[in-house]
């Protein structure tokens, strides 16, 4: 008796190049096989085993099969393998061509990679992945090289669609990692790795993104819409968790911003609620920056729908930004303390000790900015110089800047009760300080935001020229970030002393 195992057959085979194209032929190949029922799909990564002869096994399922499928990407119509395998079915070919091309995400114009109608598969007719239309007529031409007889019966039903298309959804997230290393266009590709080289715990490391990111944020922008548009969509959640701190950090806000609402439709496509939710949180903060409250408010009442899936992390940002929101826009400080009170809360669930004590110090420093619009100095002096101590534990460089910054204003406000000269020799000391971390960690916002503590301290140690010359450069600082509603209050403060001067 022959015990010898018959070897599988196929009838289609499915070519492949690079981690987009094996996500999608993964898919493909269980809807063929669905559609197909006894007529099996050969696709390398799942059909070949360790020690196997790969090159002879792919040239002889090439030629025993039926049908070819290439799936193309504008990332491998210029690999040798793709064009190797699909030159070798059109040879075995020519008077019945077998070979049908799929392209795997849109093939734009002016895109970094090579553009179809310039590659070896310019003059073949091609079905698009996202088209069911394109993909049931594909199916036609593939049950006529199989079995004329299928043709009758084969069509994709709804429901196979679905499953297909969440599979492929499936698949590319999985991929999407590995994805990062072999299809990102040139900045990207190289803050990517850059960032995996050094670790972005490593001090540092976010100051030079910063700096990098603040220089080419437009080219950053056009490289994330690139993404977005030919159907790499899928790489933008990891993206923007890669590199959202660092854009806040430049101070680019409008880029953060546009780069965060591209991302959180990509989210919303990957089914992605994680990550979807951090940047529907982002753009309340983004917006925050940029002063426009009411658009952040919109987007919390908006989250506030799904208040009871969120976790205590995103509970506590919750109540924050509402908290900001009502000291600064709606000037209701009772409503102001009552969310910070309930932000304070949530820190009891959360089990990471280092993070409680981050929110911890972020939530002190905000009642501590509340105590100084109050005029409750004292008590505001206490409050950042406690956050300022929590953050230096932590030894997180942007925080220590703030506090440092905030800690300084305090004690000039507190100057005029008790009159202790020393308490603004701490504040000039503060400020140098905050300077040096400001530096340290690439957030640019904090040198204006300084100089402009540095021309309070200054018209109150009655050095009018040193103020308005600190509250000049503040304005010019603020300009450059593109925050003209900072910039003009930094003016306003450098005109009143000029006035005063004339007087």
């Known amino acids: 008796?022959?015990?010898?195992?018959?070897?599988?057959?196929?009838?289609?085979?499915?070519?492949?190049?690079?981690?987009?194209?094996?996500?999608?032929?993964?898919?493909?190949?269980?809807?063929?096989?669905e559609i197909f029922p006894g007529h099996n799909a050969f696709m390398s990564e799942n059909d070949m085993r360790t020690g196997d002869y790969w090159d002879s096994i792919i040239t002889s399922n090439i030629k025993k099969a039926k049908f070819i499928?290439?799936?193309?990407?504008?990332?491998?119509?210029?690999?040798?393998?793709?064009?190797?395998?699909?030159?070798?079915?059109?040879?075995?070919?020519?008077s019945k061509p077998k070979l049908g091309t799929i392209l795997a995400g849109s093939f734009i114009r002016n895109s970094s990679y090579l553009s179809i109608d310039k590659s070896p598969f310019q003059k073949l007719q091609h079905a698009d992945l996202s088209k069911q239309i394109d993909i049931n007529n594909l199916i036609k031409t593939?049950?006529?090289?199989?079995?004329?007889?299928?043709?009758?019966?084969?069509e994709i039903t709804d429901d196979q669609w679905t499953?297909?298309?969440?599979?492929?959804?499936?698949?590319?997230?999985?991929?999407?990692?590995?994805?990062?290393?072999?299809?990102?266009?040139p900045l990207l590709k190289s803050l990517y790795e850059f960032s995996l080289g050094k670790g972005m715990e490593e001090n540092g490391s976010e100051a030079v993104l910063?700096?990098?990111?603040?220089?080419?944020?437009?080219?950053?922008?056009?490289?994330?819409?690139?993404?977005?548009?030919?159907?790499?969509?899928?790489?933008?959640?990891?993206?923007?968790?890669?590199?959202?701190?660092?854009?806040?950090?430049?101070?680019?806000?409008?880029?953060?911003?546009?780069?965060?609402?591209?991302?959180?439709?990509?989210?919303?496509?990957?089914?992605?609620n994680r990550i979807y939710k951090i940047m529907i949180r982002d753009m309340a903060w983004l917006y925050i920056c940029l002063l426009k409250y009411d658009k952040a408010?919109?987007?919390?009442?908006?989250?506030?729908?799904?208040?009871?899936?969120?976790?205590?992390?995103?509970?506590?940002f919750w109540f924050r930004y509402k908290g900001i929101i009502n000291m600064y826009h709606n000037h209701d400080f009772k409503k102001a303390e009552k969310c910070f009170l309930n932000a304070e809360k949530m820190l009891e669930q959360i089990s990471d000790e280092n993070n409680r004590s981050d929110l911890s110090?972020?939530?002190?420093?905000?009642?501590?900015?509340?105590?100084?619009?109050?005029?409750?100095?004292?008590?505001?002096?206490?409050?950042?110089?406690?956050?300022?101590?929590?953050?230096?534990?932590?030894?997180?460089?942007q925080y220590i800047a703030i506090a440092s910054d905030k800690l300084a204003e305090a004690l000039?406000?507190?100057?005029?009760?008790?009159?202790?000269?020393?308490?603004?020799?701490?504040?000039?000391?503060?400020?140098?300080?905050?300077?040096?971390?400001?530096e340290l960690s690439g957030w640019e916002e904090g040198i204006p935001r300084i100089y402009s503590t540095l021309g309070k301290l200054r018209k109150v140690l009655q050095d009018d020229e040193g103020a308005y010359n600190a509250f000049v450069e503040s304005a010019r600082l603020y300009t450059n970030l593109e925050l003209e509603q900072k910039s003009s209050e930094a003016n306003k403060y450098a005109m009143e002393l000029k006035r005063n001067q004339k007087a």
């Not at 499928?69 to 020519?94: D, V």
């Not at 997230?173 to 990102?184: G, N, Q, R, V, Y």
């Not at 406000?413 to 400001?438: H, M, R, T, V, W």
Request: charged share 30%; net charge neutral; aromatic share 8%.
């Open 412 to 438: 000039i406000e507190q100057y005029p009760e008790n009159k202790d000269i020393y308490s603004l020799k701490e504040a000039q000391k503060l400020l140098d300080s905050a300077l040096i971390n400001s």
């Open 210 to 272: 910063s700096k990098i990111l603040r220089r080419n944020r437009d080219v950053f922008l056009k490289e994330i819409n690139e993404l977005n548009e030919d159907g790499r969509w899928y790489a933008l959640p990891i993206i923007y968790e890669q590199f959202s701190q660092s854009l806040e950090l430049a101070g680019v806000y409008r880029c953060a911003l546009e780069v965060a609402k591209i991302c959180k439709t990509a989210a919303e496509r990957a089914d992605d």
């Open 142 to 154: 593939i049950a006529e090289r199989i079995d004329g007889n299928l043709l009758e019966i084969v």
């Open 69 to 94: 499928l290439a799936i193309l990407t504008p990332e491998n119509i210029i690999k040798p393998w793709i064009n190797f395998e699909s030159g070798m079915a059109c040879a075995i070919s020519r």
């Open 361 to 397: 110090a972020r939530i002190k420093q905000n009642f501590g900015k509340l105590a100084l619009l109050n005029n409750q100095n004292t008590t505001a002096v206490d409050l950042f110089n406690c956050a300022l101590s929590e953050f230096t534990k932590l030894n997180k460089f």
């Open 163 to 185: 499953k297909y298309n969440k599979m492929r959804q499936q698949e590319l997230k999985l991929a999407s990692k590995d994805l990062m290393h072999d299809e990102l266009p």
């Open 1 to 33: 008796m022959n015990n010898k195992k018959k070897s599988k057959h196929y009838d289609i085979f499915i070519s492949w190049s690079g981690n987009r194209s094996k996500a999608e032929a993964k898919a493909l190949q269980w809807l063929l096989e």
């Open 297 to 316: 408010d919109a987007i919390l009442k908006d989250l506030e729908t799904q208040f009871d899936k969120l976790d205590a992390e995103q509970r506590f």
